[in-house]
């Protein structure tokens, strides 16, 4: 399996037919917080999250599902979308708020991560919490060309993301025990993740408090909670995965 990471969406080349040499996995990652929430709705119960770049689409989506079935999660500039239901914050996903329910979710990058790679036959999204249960169902699927895609800010470089990224390759690394199931590294991109995580691997947290975003999402208030929530590497098990395009569901 070789993997190659991305660190932004318009960094991401075209998507091609696997026959064409292109990729037959995507795993995006927005640690802060998009995909980490996504991961803890799905661990909740929720029935599905339907992911959208664009709130006007979101809203046309939304009005066609049933009120007592739909929540709509919304987030820029790391503030919850005034009106919206939830922002992004994976503590707010609890059990009794979206059970049984599909999230209309919209965030200043991740989802526009999503759209990016929607086409690839195998869409995966990936957190510290959840990200040896990622890279084993990589291997379990026998991927041949994984690309992990971050979702920066606003098409800028993020720390946090390279260093998930990093953890789901040192995790795909450390499974793949059997010699025909080996692991190699696609690009510079994927070997600098790899070696940001092997700095900061035991102590997440601080790498994504002193992050840019993480320093953002400081100035807005007391994210306390959220930091910790996102920092706890391998605390879920859940792999949110395509289902149809632009939806995820637990798998």
């Not at 049933?66 to 929540?71: C, G, H, K, T």
């Amino acid at each position: 399996m070789q993997i190659s990471y991305f660190p932004t969406s318009e960094a991401v080349p075209p998507v091609v037919p696997v026959a064409e040499g292109g990729p037959d996995a995507a795993v995006v990652i927005d640690v802060l917080r998009a995909t980490t929430t996504i991961a803890w709705a799905l661990e909740n119960g929720a029935e599905a999250i339907e992911a959208f770049a664009d709130l006007a689409a979101l809203e046309t989506a939304a009005q066609a599902w049933p009120a007592s079935q739909r929540l709509r999660a919304g987030e820029r500039g790391g503030q919850t979308v005034a009106g919206y239901d939830l922002g992004n914050s994976p503590l707010a996903v609890t059990p009794s708020v979206v059970g049984g329910k599909r999230i209309f979710m919209s965030t200043t990058n991740g989802t526009r991560s999503l759209a990016a790679v929607r086409d690839v036959p195998l869409l995966l999204t990936a957190c510290l919490p959840n990200r040896s249960a990622v890279a084993r169902r990589l291997l379990q699927r026998q991927c041949e060309t994984v690309w992990i895609v971050g979702s920066g800010w606003e098409g800028d470089y993020s720390l946090e993301d390279s260093l998930a990224a990093g953890a789901v390759a040192s995790a795909a690394t450390e499974l793949a025990v059997a010699p025909h199931r080996g692991v190699s590294l696609g690009n510079d991109e994927m070997l600098a993740a790899l070696a940001l995580w092997q700095q900061w691997h035991l102590d997440t947290e601080t790498c994504l408090r002193a992050a840019s975003h993480g320093q953002r999402l400081i100035r807005l208030g007391n994210h306390d909670a959220d930091f910790a929530c996102c920092a706890a590497v391998d605390s879920l098990q859940v792999v949110p995965v395509q289902a149809e395009p632009g939806v995820l569901r637990r798998s």
